[in-house]
T-cell receptor, first 115, second 116 residues
Framework: EAGVTQFPSHSVIEKGQTVTLRCDPI?????LYWYRRVMGKEIKFLLH????????ESGMPNNRFLAERTGGTYSTLKVQPAELEDSGVYFC?????????????FGPGTRLTVL | GNSVTQMEGPVTLSEEAFLTINCTYT??????LFWYVQYPGEGLQLLLK?????DKGSNKGFEATYRKETTSFHLEKGSVQVSDSAVYFC???????????????FGTGTQLKVEL
C-alpha cells in the first residue's frame, strides 16, 4: 500500500511568486492534515480536511495560503504571493478516522525556500 | 494554549549507550501523548503513544511513560544503535473533553546521532 506522497520534494521560488504544493493521502483516508515546520522550530498545524470539507483551519497563518481538496482525494496548498517567512518544510498527513486512536501517517514533506 | 517542550539537540551517543530525551507538556486535562521519529529523507513515523496517565508506550526498544504529576513523557532506550540516528518529536493531541479535535501539537524536535 502506498504511503502519503507529496510533490514537489523541494521548491525554490522568489518572493512574490506563487507555489502550489500537492499531497496524495493514503487511499481511503478521509482525514487529511497540513503542518509546517519553519526553520528549526516546532512543527505547527495548519488545517484539517474531512473528505472535501475544512474541519479546522485555525492554523492557517493568513489569507495568502489557500488549501483545497476537491473530490476528497488529493489536496493542494497554494501560497500566493510567497514571502520570505513562508520558507520551511510543509508536511501532509492522513488518517482513516479523526479520533485520537487514528494514527496520522505523514508524507516526506516539501521543502520550500523563498528567496 | 497547548505546548510541548523537549530538550535541545543535537544529542550524540556511542552505540549501546542509554538514551533519554526529555519532554514536558502544557495542556488541560489528559491529552494523548506521542513520540514521532523522522529518519533522513523520510516522513514522520509514529514511534509510540500513550493515551492516559501512567500508560507506558513502547516500540522498537523505546519506551515512554505518561506522567501526569510531572506533565512529562520522556523517551528512553536502553541501548541505542547507529540505525536509531534520526530526529525525534514529542507531540500531543488535546484532551477529548476540551475539544480541539486531534490536531497534533509538536515540540521542536531533538536530533540524535549515534556513532560506532
Amino acid at each position: 500500500e502506498a504511503g502519503v506522497t507529496q510533490f514537489p520534494s523541494h521548491s525554490v521560488i522568489e518572493k512574490g511568486q506563487t507555489v502550489t504544493l500537492r499531497c496524495d493521502p493514503i487511499s481511503g483516508h478521509d482525514n487529511l492534515y497540513w503542518y509546517r515546520r519553519v526553520m528549526g522550530k516546532e512543527i505547527k498545524f495548519l488545517l484539517h480536511f474531512v473528505k472535501e470539507s475544512k474541519q479546522d483551519e485555525s492554523g492557517m497563518p493568513n489569507n495568502r495560503f489557500l488549501a483545497e481538496r476537491t473530490g476528497g482525494t488529493y489536496s493542494t496548498l497554494k501560497v500566493q504571493p510567497a514571502e520570505l517567512e513562508d520558507s520551511g518544510v510543509y508536511f501532509c498527513a492522513s488518517s482513516l478516522g479523526g479520533t485520537i486512536t487514528d494514527t496520522q501517517y505523514f508524507g516526506p514533506g516539501t521543502r520550500l525556500t523563498v528567496l | 494554549g497547548n505546548s510541548v517542550t523537549q530538550m535541545e539537540g543535537p544529542v550524540t551517543l556511542s552505540e549501546e549507550a542509554f538514551l533519554t530525551i526529555n519532554c514536558t507538556y502544557t495542556a488541560t486535562g489528559y491529552p494523548s501523548l506521542f513520540w514521532y521519529v523522522q529518519y533522513p529523507g523520510e516522513g514522520l513515523q509514529l514511534l509510540l503513544k500513550a493515551t492516559k496517565a501512567d500508560d507506558k508506550g513502547s516500540n522498537k526498544g523505546f519506551e515512554a511513560t505518561y506522567r501526569k504529576e510531572t506533565t512529562s513523557f520522556h523517551l528512553e532506550k536502553g541501548s541505542v544503535q547507529v540505525s536509531d540516528s534520526a530526529v525525534y518529536f514529542c507531540a500531543l493531541t488535546p484532551f477529548i473533553l476540551t475539544g480541539g479535535g486531534n490536531k497534533l501539537t509538536f515540540g521542536t524536535g531533538t536530533q540524535l546521532k549515534v556513532e560506532l
